[in-house]
């Protein structure tokens, strides 16, 4: 009797854990999927931008001094020229957890020197795919993150994508 008892008892567990160990597997494989969507709607849709310092600077000075030399749209212009744009060609996942309004939170870097995140709390009833958003406009690390004039459809490659596979913390 004793030893029916175990076995149950090891089948129970073997099945419990089985079951433990199968979730997991589906939540990191849609964690997975997650990141790539989101790499790819950064890449599609946004791009990284810093400025020229000297240049900039030598703009704000000009419009600093106040005799009337720059007007203010003349002075958006040129510090508008003094962008340097780059293409969003790396995005590294690094953290996800669990925001105080029960969202996933992720948190990424891109091309190695803009650190962001964001909050996925909606699913789109027409694609059903998460619905993002960005602090755009945001300086990090003396870059910005804009949205692009002209959006594309391409995938990224995926070798630029450095997934985060340890699940929420």
């Known amino acids: 009797m004793e030893k029916k008892r175990l076995i149950a008892l090891g089948i129970l567990i073997l099945f419990i854990g089985g079951a433990w ?5 589906k939540d990191l494989a849609e964690l997975h999927d997650i990141q790539t969507d989101l790499a790819n709607y950064l890449y599609n849709n946004y791009r990284l931008y810093t400025r020229k ?3 900039s600077d030598e703009v704000k000075k000009l ?5 009337g030399s720059l007007s203010q749209e003349e002075y958006l212009k040129k510090m508008k020229e003094t962008r340097v744009y780059s293409d969003i060609e790396k995005v590294e996942f690094t953290k996800f957890s669990v925001g105080p309004m029960k969202d996933l939170v ?3 870097k891109i091309n190695d020197v803009y650190s962001d995140d964001t909050s996925l709390s909606i699913i789109s009833a027409e694609t059903g795919k998460w619905l993002y958003s960005f602090n755009s406009m945001n300086n990090r690390n003396g870059y910005v993150l804009e949205r ?3 959006s594309t459809d391409k995938k990224m490659a995926e070798e630029n994508i450095i997934y985060n596979n340890k699940g929420v913390e």
């Open 106 to 108: 992720v948190d990424f």
């Open 148 to 150: 692009k004039e002209k």
């Open 53 to 55: 310092t000297s240049e």
């Open 21 to 25: 160990y199968m979730k997991r597997e």
């Open 63 to 67: 419009y600093n001094k106040g005799n």
